[in-house]
Nanobody
């Protein structure tokens, strides 16, 4: 069974940092199985939005709102993607979801992890 499991969320004060991880099981990160991995977030009462993505070739992209503060990275050997979040703001408060664009299984979502930034 292919599964994504996020961890690392929590409560942090504004200006602080958190590191989210997304571990994939049942699938390996390779050019034969993946197209991209992404982080999305959904704040209460708002639509889910793309935060950051990394292609199988390593190309990264970020939402304007997080550029310069968030960094996406991956470890292919351990099938893990991270989102390093620095200089957090209250408006970063949301449930963060990991998403895998796979070749054989389509799009896969993790269960989400809550990030709360207090002012």
């Amino acid at each position: 069974q292919v599964q994504l499991v996020e961890s690392g969320g929590g409560l942090v004060q504004a200006g602080g940092s958190l590191r989210l991880s997304c571990a994939a099981s049942g699938i390996t990160f390779s050019i034969n199985t993946m197209r991209a991995m992404r982080w999305y977030r959904q704040a209460l009462g708002k639509q889910r939005e793309l935060v950051a993505g990394i292609s199988v070739g390593g190309t990264k992209n970020y939402a304007d709102s997080v550029k310069g503060r968030f960094t996406i990275s991956r470890d292919n050997a351990n099938n893990t993607v991270w989102l390093q979040m620095n200089s957090l703001k209250p408006e970063d408060t949301a449930v963060y979801y990991c998403y895998a664009e796979t070749i054989w299984y389509g799009g896969l979502w993790g269960q989400g992890t809550q990030v709360t930034v207090s002012s």
